[in-house]
């Protein structure tokens, strides 16, 4: 596992052509999001359209020069960006599958003026090959059938809620802040580790190489680990790198496997490999 801090664009110029499996980044959303009280620099998600636009051209455009012939990248975006990201691939020049385009439902939603409050957070699948791309098709493995044992045992107190499904397209996956035994919240913005290990295993091999650019927490650093996949990830302030770093080292990783990935059938099948 290789996690720096530093500013991802200095490290992406560091990394060869063709050495990255696949991208799974949660860059700065340009919503101004306020990202204390977790950071002491709060202000990274503040900028223009213009900006984000810029930022994502130039991301995807050096990860479409690291990654593999069939490599891809799941990348998190605020609804509200969604033309200024289709543009930002568009110019970078991979491709984009609205098909593969999924939402987190946040349970709570963020506040908005003179709006309905927003609950989704939205996550897409950006190729460097519009075909040849690994997606290992476990997607309708968030079976309701299945889960509903488990939500049942989870109001028992029996297991940890497991993700399920609304729909093709949104995921209710527990969010880090709904106190989980295993995932505290360190940072404003965290990822579920599940939902990370679960597009990982959709979009690469064991021994694959992952990069995170925006690492924030670490969590996709530990969903990587989780996987068996290589890491190379990137955490410009420093105060959340130590923390990243921290929570990287002490986490219980045989603890998490035993039973939390195994919860649900689904994680069953993905360690027996077997596809749904
Ligand atoms: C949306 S948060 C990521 C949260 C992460 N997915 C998690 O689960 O904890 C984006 C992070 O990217 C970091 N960041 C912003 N610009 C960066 C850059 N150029 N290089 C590296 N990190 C950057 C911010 O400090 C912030 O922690």
Redesign the pocket.
């Known amino acids: 596992m290789e996690f720096y801090n530093?500013?991802?664009?200095d490290r992406l110029k560091k990394l060869p052509n063709n050495s990255i499996n696949l991208v799974v980044?949660?860059?700065?959303?340009a919503i101004s999001f306020d990202?204390s009280p977790h950071?002491k620099?709060s202000d990274?998600?503040k900028m223009s359209k213009k900006e984000y636009i810029e930022?994502i051209t130039n991301y995807l455009t050096e990860c479409k020069r690291v990654l593999t012939s069939n490599g891809s990248a799941w990348i998190?975006f605020g609804p509200s960006m969604l033309l200024e990201l289709i543009e930002a691939v568009k110019n970078s020049g991979m491709y984009i599958h609205f098909d593969q385009w999924k939402s987190i439902c946040r349970q709570k939603g963020r506040g908005a003026q003179n709006k309905f409050k927003s609950q989704r957070e939205d996550f897409i699948l950006v190729t460097k090959h519009p075909t040849n791309f690994v997606l290992n098709n476990i997607d309708d493995l968030f079976n309701y059938k299945e889960n509903i044992t488990n939500i049942l045992n989870y109001y028992s107190g029996e297991v940890e809620r497991p993700p399920f499904k609304f729909s093709d397209t949104i995921y209710n996956f527990k969010m880090p802040y709904y106190l989980s035994k295993t995932e505290k919240q360190?940072?404003s913005?965290?990822?579920s580790i599940l939902l990370?290990y679960a597009l990982i295993m959709n979009s690469s091999q064991k021994g694959d190489t992952v990069f995170?650019?925006?690492?924030?927490?670490?969590?996709?650093a530990i969903a990587s680990q989780l996987a068996e996949r290589n890491f190379i990830g990137?955490?410009?302030?420093s105060d959340?790198y130590e923390k990243?770093q921290n929570w990287i080292s002490k986490f219980d990783y045989d603890n998490y496997k035993k039973n939390y990935l195994k919860i649900t059938t689904w994680f069953g099948r993905l360690h027996s490999g077997k596809k749904a």
């Open positions: 530093e500013n991802c664009f980044s949660d860059p700065p959303y990202a950071m620099n990274w998600d930022l998190f360190i940072h913005c965290q990822k990370l995170d650019g925006f690492a924030g927490s670490g969590s996709c990137c955490e410009l302030e959340m990243a």
